[in-house]
């Protein structure tokens, strides 16, 4: 059938010509010329014109449009397989399709078809490598088509999954944040497990967000100085698993060793943006430093009841001494002006430790006290006699000695003074007595020293002469006797007689 580009139809208002794009098939014409021709009722048309009509719907109608074989997109697969569909279900025809037939182009042998003539067909034995099948479709009218399927048929890989942990990487604070993106390679990432761990020498502090411990990429906040090992285990489908380590290294903020934490009465979440801000501004006086030169690290609770707050303070020629600093904020915000700030100061501290415990020990981070190695104590009167600073400067074997030798002193001190103490005691309890020989007195005299009452003593019962002392009535006391010195004359006779009377 020749192609027709114009179709003219004559109508009683005069010619109407209806243009068609047709293709220079008969298939195209007949479908384009038929839909354009159904629209008119043959009717309204003269006899002529639907004459012409009817036979060029008629020849239109005997022509006969192409098979069109469908197979689908090629294929890749992994053995093991036990069999492979090919369908071709999907190819169509005007008429109808009479036949199909599948048949196995190229591809290692041994394989078997089966149901090749049908639409969807079976392969097995498939082995690694590569395949093409070819699928022929004929219609009612015998016309054909064909088209290629290709399928690549892979070993079952024996490897394990190579991870990526995106290698290392250095942090410097105050920046504390990082993300850590793993992959692995030749693997279909949707089939693949990830799971992160972090070595059991790395610092404790530090958060995971989102719960990417099971996530491709790995979010990390909070991080402190110090180094970091984290590792990516990845697991396909098939159970086999491949590793991979990511290094974080964590260095100290310029100047950032230098900062002062200070410990304040007042929980946490009543603080405010206007009450930080004016405590910095009373510290900056505090200190004659400007509100700017003092930078606010960080701002969290230590207890329940208190909170700290950690600076530093920029001077003309970099960050100020922070033990320098926490000298002044103690004699200052403890001693004399306690009240001076908007809290309570509960206790001023350096956020590291800068003690040398005289090189014996290590600086606790936490309580900031020395904590000495075996065999060595703290010099107890530096720190309480002393500046008060913890050491580790005492041996603990001289600390014995020194504490027994001392102990023995203090004994042998002891047992002195109760021996000097009682030695004196006995020194004392003797007394002399000291007695004087009255002469030239009259009888009026003698009578007034007699004792009162009766009373005598072998003293006076031979010599009344004598007065009578207190001491006489101790027998084991000693008595001294003396005459004045204008007596001298008389002093032989007069004893004399007193030692007959004492006889």
Not at 24 to 30: E, G, S
Not at 495 to 503: P, V
Request: charged content about 20%.
């Amino acid at each position: 059938m020749k192609p027709v580009s114009e179709l003219s139809l004559f109508v009683p208002t005069g010619p109407v010509k209806f243009h068609q794009s047709l293709s220079a098939t008969a298939d195209l014409l007949n479908q384009d010329v038929t839909s354009d021709l159904s629209t008119f009722s043959s009717a309204a048309l003269p006899p002529t014109t639907r004459i012409l009509a009817a036979a060029t719907a008629a020849e239109l109608k005997g022509s006969n449009r192409a098979p069109v074989a469908v197979v689908g997109p090629d294929r890749k697969l992994v053995l093991p397989l036990s069999g492979l569909l090919l369908d071709g279900s999907s190819s169509t025809d005007d008429r109808g399709i009479s036949s199909y037939s599948w048949e196995v182009v190229s591809g290692p042998s041994g394989l078997l078809l089966q149901d090749s003539d049908q639409a969807v067909a079976m392969v097995t034995g498939l082995r690694g490598g590569c395949y093409t099948f070819k699928l022929t479709v004929t219609d009612q009218e015998g016309a054909t088509d064909s088209a290629l399927l290709s399928v690549r048929i892979q070993e079952a890989r024996s490897l394990s999954p190579v991870a990526h942990a995106s290698g290392s990487h250095v942090l410097t604070l105050p920046n504390n944040s990082l993300v850590l993106k793993g992959s692995v390679t030749d693997r279909d990432q949707t089939e693949v497990r990830y799971l992160w761990t972090r070595d059991s020498q790395s610092p404790a502090a530090g958060e995971v967000l989102f719960g990417s411990e099971t996530q491709p990429s790995l979010y990390l906040s909070g991080l402190v100085e110090g180094t970091y090992l984290f590792q990516l285990r990845v697991t396909d489908a098939q159970g086999r698993s491949g590793s991979a380590m990511a290094t974080v290294e964590v260095r100290p903020e310029p100047g950032g060793g230098q900062q002062v934490e200070l410990e304040m009465l007042v929980l946490v979440s009543q603080v405010s943006v206007a009450q930080r801000d004016t405590v910095v501004r009373q510290l900056a006086a505090l200190i004659h430093v400007l509100d700017r030169d003092i930078q606010v690290r960080a701002l969290q609770g230590r207890t329940q009841l208190s909170t700290v707050l950690q600076f530093s303070v920029q001077g003309p020629s970099g960050p100020l001494s922070a033990s320098s600093l926490v000298v002044l904020l103690k004699k200052q915000l403890l001693q004399e002006k306690s009240n001076f700030l908007l809290f309570k100061v509960l206790r001023v501290d350096t956020v590291a430790c800068e003690l040398s415990c005289s090189g014996r020990g290590q600086c606790d981070p936490i309580t900031k006290q020395c904590s000495c190695d075996p065999f060595w104590t703290e010099n107890l009167i530096r720190l309480y006699l002393g500046d008060g600073e913890s050491n580790c400067e005492w041996r603990v074997l001289y600390v014995i000695l020194s504490s027994f030798l001392m102990m023995v002193f203090i004994l042998l001190l002891s047992w002195t003074f109760i021996c000097c103490s009682r030695r004196r005691k006995q020194t004392k309890g003797r007394k002399k007595t000291r007695y004087t020989i009255l002469d030239d007195m009259d009888e009026q005299e003698r009578l007034e020293l007699r004792p009162r009452f009766s009373l005598k003593h072998r003293s006076t019962e031979h010599n009344s002469s004598l007065m009578m002392s207190e001491s006489e009535l101790d027998s084991d006391q000693d008595s001294v006797f003396s005459r004045p010195v204008r007596n001298r004359n008389r002093i032989g006779s007069q004893a004399a007689r007193n030692g007959n009377a004492f006889g």
